[in-house]
């Protein structure tokens, strides 16, 4: 079983649709989340980082932790087609090394 | 505010060549990592280095590979005599240090063997 598991999709929504993108994990020593949108080509560009549970609200984005059921998401409003990308969850326990997920392909159609 | 940089950013070489990847960290960051990319896959690490020290570097193989992150300059991911399986996208990360929750991504070099 790997540590973390992500849906690879690919996803496909209507513009303006609200994005669900999750994420499972195994290791209860992990702390520390993050989600990652990665365009084809280019490296991954960190979009949210958190500690332990709870929400964080930036703009169209909401990352939330449940540690209870080793589950991450991350949710996209008013989707737009820019936000057509690779979402990569990553987590990491009280050391340096980062797990990362495959990745979710998300399609945004106008 | 210059994030992280990596050069060069696409790299051709032939079977049995020598490729060497460079990246510089952000400003004001010791601590970079180096993963592995291959299509429809996950970031793979392989080596996790601070200034003059390789901290962890279960993740490379052993033969061909090697990383240094020098006091002066980039950090340098050389790969000897590679073979066509090395081709992939090579992708480098920095923070501020040990336990600081952010990295932060270069652009990545992707590598063709030929």
């Known amino acids: 079983q790997k540590e973390v598991e992500q849906d690879p999709g690919p996803l496909s929504v209507p513009e303006g649709a609200i994005v669900s993108l999750n994420c499972t994990y195994s290791?209860?020593?992990?702390?520390?989340f993050m989600w990652y949108r990665q365009y084809s080509r280019k490296g991954p560009e960190l979009l949210m980082y958190?500690?332990?549970?709870g929400n964080k609200e930036d703009g169209r984005f909401t990352a939330q932790v449940d540690k209870s059921s080793k589950y991450i998401s991350l949710f996209i409003r008013d989707s737009q087609p820019s936000d057509s990308a690779t979402y990569l969850c990553a987590m990491r326990s009280g050391t340096y090394k980062y797990i990362f997920g495959t990745g979710t392909r998300l399609k945004v159609l106008a | 505010n210059a994030g992280v940089m990596q050069n060069p950013r696409h790299l051709v070489r032939r079977r049995g060549q020598e490729a060497r990847l460079r990246c510089s960290p952000m400003k004001g960051h010791s601590h970079v990592y180096w993963y592995r990319q291959l299509p429809e896959e996950g970031l793979k690490f392989m080596v996790y280095?601070?200034?003059?020290?390789?901290?962890?570097e279960s993740g490379m193989p052993k033969e061909r590979f090697s990383a240094e992150f020098p006091k002066e300059g980039p950090s340098i991911l050389r790969i000897q005599q590679v073979v066509r399986g090395d081709s992939a996208a090579y992708f480098c990360?920095?923070?501020?240090?040990?336990?600081?929750?952010?990295?932060?991504f270069g652009p990545g070099t992707r590598l063709t063997v030929t």
């Open positions: 958190t500690y332990s549970s």
């Open positions: 280095l601070q200034k003059e020290n390789i901290i962890d």
């Open positions: 290791n209860s020593a992990f702390q520390y």
């Open positions: 990360a920095s923070s501020p240090g040990q336990g600081a929750g952010e990295q932060y």
